[in-house]
């Protein structure tokens, strides 16, 4: 069983596009993380979010505590965003990693 | 800026050897993580440890174990590298307290065992 889903497992746009990810969970969180994995490894925590709306930037975090949802946005799609996208929740100490969505951003 | 480091971006070992991976944090954070990543199956937790000296299982900790003697760094073994420990490796810390504090994570460690 999975604690955390993320939808699309795979993402292909063309440069310029509006890109959503989505994150639905079933556990009591205490905070959602979104992280974005360049190849070659090396995680970044873009996120961290407890409630409502975070932007940085060109990208835009959402959640929803009561449908145990997430959503990660980017606007104006550049290639350099090309990465794996990783929703994780937390409750205490304990993290829940989804399995990723690997975005393509097309020149 | 670097908060979170691995010792090695990239480590190919031989079967049966003794593994050390190394994480060590600048941020005197309590909880340190270990994790390993694997196609399909996302990022499981090995180990972690809440403070100097102590550690917890994870998800997957047989074949690994875990050193915490001073605050800032966290070591994975591997007693005996077999071929299905190679991985992606992270490591992770956080401070404790409250839902707002922030995770980090390192930039992993590719490990080949053959």
């Known amino acids: 069983k999975n604690e955390v889903e993320q939808s699309p497992q795979n993402l292909t746009a063309q440069e310029g596009e509006f890109i959503t990810i989505n994150c639905s969970y079933s556990?009591?969180?205490?905070?959602l993380h979104w992280l974005q994995q360049h190849p070659g490894g090396g995680i970044v925590s873009l996120f961290m979010?407890?409630?409502g709306k975070k932007k940085h930037g060109r990208l835009i975090a959402t959640i929803n505590i009561q449908e145990k949802h997430s959503s990660l946005h980017i606007t104006a799609s550049h290639p350099r965003d090309s990465a794996v996208y990783i929703c994780?929740?937390?409750?205490?100490?304990?993290?829940?990693f989804g399995t990723g969505t690997s975005l393509t951003v097309i020149p | 800026d670097v908060k979170v480091t691995q010792s090695s971006r990239y480590l190919v070992k031989r079967t049966g050897e003794k593994v050390f991976l190394e994480c060590v944090q600048d941020m005197d954070h309590e909880n340190m993580f270990w994790y390993r990543q694997d196609p399909g199956l996302g990022l499981r937790l090995i180990y972690f440890?809440?403070?100097?000296?102590?550690?917890e299982k994870g998800d997957i900790p047989e074949g690994y174990s875990v050193s915490r003697e001073k605050k800032e760094r966290f070591s994975l073994i591997l007693e005996s590298a077999s071929t299905n420990q190679t991985s992606m490796y992270l490591c992770?810390?956080?401070?404790?307290?409250?839902?707002?504090?922030?995770?980090?994570f390192g930039q992993g460690t590719r490990l080949t065992v053959v």
């Open positions: 994780a929740v937390r409750t205490g100490n304990q993290f829940y």
């Open positions: 992770a810390s956080r401070g404790t307290g409250d839902m707002n504090t922030e995770a980090f």
């Open positions: 979010l407890s409630s």
């Open positions: 556990v009591g969180i205490s905070a």
């Open positions: 440890s809440y403070d100097v000296k102590m550690k």
